[in-house]
Nanobody, 123 residues
């Protein structure tokens, strides 16, 4: 089992920045992929960004490219999401998730999920 705990969400004005963190525990995440997803009210959960174990491979949803950066610290079992130039449409609950090697962007492929952290961007 893997436990994931997100932090760093909050209320920010449009154009501002936030840095989300996700702490993983329960087992060694060697070779696991770590990802961020989000879900806005009334919408399905969607892929935001993911990073492979070596950090050599990352992927981003088109709507965050150039604004968000995913990174990880394998020694600490942490993954981060730096969000710049935030927009009101970025408002959502953001979830951290992990999976074994495979596709990066598919929600259903991820094995473990955190409880989420709320990000609200005001206009």
């Amino acid at each position: 089992q893997v436990q994931l705990v997100e932090s760093g969400g909050g209320l920010v004005q449009a154009g501002g920045s936030l840095r989300l963190s996700c702490a993983a525990s329960g087992r060694t995440l060697s070779s696991y992929i770590m990802g961020w997803f989000r879900q806005a009210p009334g919408k399905e959960r969607e892929f935001v960004a993911a990073i492979a174990w070596t950090a050599a491979s990352t992927d981003y949803a088109d709507f965050v490219k150039g604004r968000f950066t995913i990174s990880r610290d394998n020694a600490k079992n942490m993954v981060y999401l730096l969000m710049n130039s935030l927009k009101p449409e970025d408002t959502a609950v953001y979830y951290c998730a992990v999976r074994r090697p495979g596709r990066l962007t598919v929600v259903a492929d991820y094995d473990y999920w955190g409880q989420g952290t709320q990000v609200t961007v005001s206009s």
